[in-house]
């Protein structure tokens, strides 16, 4: 891999940016639609950039070969369930505080990677990462501001769904010889043949009246956060690594933190403020001590 230049952290910088606004978005969409709905209409726009970079580039989509099975869990464990529980989540939390809350996904996967994957055992400088990572979590859940009896469930469901993030990471393993936009492009494929009728038979979206806010920021939802942002991964991955890609961690939940206070006014305490830096730090402690190629047990 080359060393990265200026246009490389610019487009990680971009990456990290529309994976961020994805959270303020998700909250305007929930004015209006129903979670499984939010699901159904993300994927499905999500799907019309990568299939037309697939077409561009004349890769095959194997979406119905051999490989099926991996492709449809990795749709429904790493997209459905995790975009619905989100979806679910923040209709009565804050957005900057569901982007905190899926910042922990780097210390999940590395609890997960120990059991699951080889040459990724747990050591003393990810022990720390791990410590300060869930310290900063704790330490949010007292945010009586933020999280109450009330919204505790919701909060819950987030965190949950940034462990299916993990999962389905994990699953990939087993298809990561595939080129990445054939794989983006049939787990996007699973996920909308498995949605789809549950939002059509649940939530009945023909039903719904929705503003034009809400329906805006689903269609950037599809397009940006879940296709777009996939290549742009892609391109990272390719010319500069795993490791460089990785950085996007430590910016998100900064970014989501400061979207959600720009777009929807959304309260930034101290608490936030405290708990993101411990978060961050224990990401970077995870990171610092390594990224290796790595291959399911």
Not at 79 to 94: N, R, T
Request: charged share 15%; proline share 3%; aromatic share 14%.
């Amino acid at each position: 891999m080359r060393s990265p230049d200026t246009k490389d952290y610019f487009i990680l910088v971009t990456l990290s940016l529309i994976w961020a606004s994805a959270f303020f978005n998700i909250k305007i969409a929930t004015y209006s639609y129903g979670p499984i709905t939010i699901v159904f209409l993300r994927i499905f726009f999500g799907m019309i950039p990568v299939l037309i970079l697939c077409f561009y580039k004349k890769i095959k989509i194997e979406v119905f070969s051999k490989d099926w099975k991996w492709f449809a869990a990795i749709g429904i464990i790493n997209l459905v369930i995790p975009f619905f529980l989100i979806s679910v989540g923040v209709q009565k939390v804050q957005s900057n505080l569901a982007a905190v809350l899926m910042s922990t996904t780097p210390i999940s996967a590395t609890i997960l990677a120990h059991f699951f994957v080889d040459k990724e055992k747990i050591n003393f400088i990810k022990i720390v990462g791990i410590f300060l990572g869930f310290s900063g979590i704790l330490y949010l859940f007292s945010d009586n501001l933020l999280i109450n009896d009330d919204n505790l469930f919701s909060a819950l469901m987030i965190l949950l769904g940034s462990t299916f993030y993990v999962i389905g990471g994990i699953l990939t393993l087993k298809i990561s010889h595939k080129k990445n936009e054939n794989v983006t492009a049939s787990i996007l494929i699973w996920g909308f043949i498995f949605i789809c009728p549950i939002s059509l038979l649940i939530e009945k979206p023909w039903n719904l009246s929705p503003s034009m806010e809400s329906t805006l920021s689903l269609i950037y939802l599809g397009i940006f956060p879940t296709g777009v942002a996939w290549l742009l991964r892609f391109i990272i991955l390719k010319k500069n690594g795993l490791v460089f890609q990785s950085q996007v961690a430590y910016l998100i939940p900064i970014f989501g933190v400061f979207l959600g206070y720009i777009f929807l006014n959304e309260a930034i305490t101290s608490k936030v403020l405290f708990s993101l830096i411990a978060i961050v730090l224990g990401i970077y402690c995870v990171k610092r001590s390594g990224d290796k190629k790595v291959e399911l047990i």
